[in-house]
């Protein structure tokens, strides 16, 4: 089981180019605004107050590089699809994603995070979809799973699996995952170890 023996935030890019120019694997975080990504990732790291968090969305504004044990970095994401940011930022929000999906190297794989309590949203199969149209390897992360009983949960899960089955002949690898009680949190971690100890030749 991988341990988080240091996790320090690097820095705030609004660009690929601006990102560290170190060859370390990179894991980014993305998904609508408020979906629980930067709680996620004080959750996997164990610092609390690593990534900003906030109840009211939009909170991640750019993108934040994490170093982990020297070896890795994992990056938050500002959120897609918040309805009531001003149309000018949220066209900002979508550049900056799209700018840093397309052009950053050192992207290993994208964990795009959903609110297990929603129904399959427009907006995220849109996004997923053009993700396996781009070739971007991804992975599809459940969140806030300590809101729904057990029984709910496995439903809402099968559900959505169903879905994407009625587009994608492949589904990709499905987390389950709370910020609350950790639920998770040692699945996603020994995935990116799995991805980790792959070849580099693995990369994109
Ligand atoms: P933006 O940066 O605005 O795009 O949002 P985000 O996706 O980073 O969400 P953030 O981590 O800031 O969390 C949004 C809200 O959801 C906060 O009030 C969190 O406390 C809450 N939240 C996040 N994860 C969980 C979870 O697993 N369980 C519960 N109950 N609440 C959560
Ligand atoms: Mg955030």
Sequence with gaps: MMTIKTADFVCSSVKAAQCPPT???????????????SSLINRLTGRNRLAKTSSTPGKTQLINHFLINNAWHLVDLPGYGYAKAPKTSRR???????EYINHRE?????????DCRLEPQAIDLAFINQLGDAGVPFALVFTKADKLSADKLQRRIAHYKEVCAETWDELPPVFVTSAETGAGRDALLAYIETINNQKPSSLR
């Design 92 to 98: 900002q929000f979508a550049g900056i994603i799209s």
């Design 106 to 114: 050192q992207l290993t794989l994208l964990f795009v995070l959903l």
């Design 23 to 37: 060859q370390l694997p990179e894991y980014a975080f993305i998904g609508r605004s408020n979906v629980g990504k």
